[in-house]
């Protein structure tokens, strides 16, 4: 839009200065009277191929109900420019604020909504445009235009987004709590010492697989010390997981590479299982950065009322509801991680009778079904990325974005 601006405007002195005098003629740098005369000459170019100039000048409002610029009361100025009428006539803002110039809705217009230096979004676009035009069906025609642009899908385009996949085995195959588990950090958490100084401490979360339950730990800091240390802790209270998956945050690339370091060579793997888990527990990765660094709250308190909120909150979560309600009057008992854990919920009371262990295998055999025909068959709905899609092949391009990079980078 700019370059045929400036093109326009030097045609235009060309023209004019063919009628001069050599010595009046003016420099080769365009004014801004210069500027705005092109631009009013293109829109009166434009708006006679798209508009019925003619029958709105000479004071023909009747126009069809069909078309377009109908509703917008449009007239023509002094200038043979059609501007939209509307309401504000009375308001103290310049004419070219109050009655925007008329637009067609054509290639044009679109691409100089792309021009416009503002994000890629259809409401900020719109806005900018509407500065110093009036676009017919303008909302349209920015989101075609932001479609089909390569620097606006480059700016904002959303990541490539295949069929979910399916679960994994750790997801649908019956087993003990805390057999498979998923590892993760939050925090960090401002805590009072005994100093009465204010320090940050931080939570790793172990969650089952399995039965949603999960485990809190309290870590004093994010090195590889005190999460290998939250890991013995976490295994003498649960028992050693099979498989422990996680995602790539950095003190778990520290710990992976501390143990590696310990021996090199054939040694490592050996070395490494033996001290992580002692029973042969492998520690996956998960691709992918999770955003595990955003704080809950900001508010100190003290060490033991934090842990005593923490066991509080790991009570509340296993005591949640995996499935709705069951209409069934033999099966009043809700399905909660804390069934898998205690065999009851936690706010429930003990029974007072002796429980022989024949009764007790029944109640586990019962729990795992119901484990299986409710909550199991609840997971089979995908709950997004359920459009089956184009694939990315080899040779593709692709633009690869990440979450801490921007992408202007």
């Not at 801004?32 to 631009?39: F, H, R």
């Not at 019925?52 to 917008?72: H, Q, T, V, W």
């Amino acid at each position: 839009m700019e370059k045929l601006l400036r093109v326009t405007a030097y045609c235009l002195r060309w023209v004019d200065q063919l009628r001069k005098p050599r010595g009046e003629r003016r420099g080769s740098i365009l004014s801004l009277l210069e500027l705005q005369d092109a631009e009013k000459r293109l829109m009166r170019e434009v708006q006679a191929g798209a508009f019925p100039i003619d029958r709105i000048e000479a004071g023909s409002m009747e126009l069809p109900k069909s078309n377009p610029i109908a509703f917008l009361c449009p007239f023509v100025d002094m200038e043979g420019l059609l501007r939209v009428g509307g309401r504000l006539t009375n308001a103290g803002l310049p004419l070219c604020h109050k009655h925007r110039c008329c637009f067609p809705a054509t290639e044009r217009s679109r691409r100089s909504s792309c021009d416009e230096p503002t994000s890629p979004s259809c409401t900020r676009t719109l806005a900018a445009l509407r500065r110093r035009y009036w676009v017919i069906r303008g909302r349209q025609a920015v989101k075609r235009c932001i479609r089909a642009c390569i620097i606006c899908r480059w700016q904002d385009g959303r990541p490539f987004c295949p069929l979910m996949s399916e679960l994994p085995v750790a997801r649908v195959e019956p087993t003990f709590p805390f057999c498979q588990v998923g590892l993760d950090f939050a925090g960090p958490f401002l805590v009072r010492g005994e100093d009465c100084g204010v320090k940050k401490v931080y939570i790793c979360l172990f969650t089952c697989m399995i039965t949603r339950a999960v485990y809190l730990e309290i870590v004093a800091n994010m090195t590889t010390t005190s999460f290998l240390a939250a890991l013995r802790r976490f295994i003498a209270r649960r028992g050693t997981p099979t498989v422990i998956q996680s995602d790539n945050f950095r003190t778990f690339k520290q710990t992976d590479a501390f143990i590696r370091s310990l021996f090199v060579g054939k040694h490592a793997e050996k070395f490494r299982n033996e001290l992580v888990c002692s029973e042969d527990t492998p520690l996956k990765e998960l691709p992918g950065a999770a955003d595990t660094g955003r704080g809950l709250f900001d508010l100190a308190c003290f060490f033991e009322e934090l842990c005593t909120t923490l066991c509080e909150l790991e009570a509340r979560i296993n005591n949640r509801l995996l499935t709705l309600l069951s209409e069934d009057p033999w099966n009043c008992a809700p399905l909660t991680p804390a069934q898998f854990l205690i065999g009851r919920e936690l706010a429930a009371l003990p029974t007072s009778t002796q429980e022989t262990s024949r009764l007790a295998g029944a109640r586990q055999l019962r729990g795992r079904k119901r484990w299986t025909e409710e909550y199991v068959v609840s997971l089979n709905v995908r709950s997004k990325w359920k459009k089956i899609s184009r694939q990315v092949e080899v040779d593709d391009l692709v633009l690869v974005t990440a979450d801490t990079v921007p992408r202007n980078r």
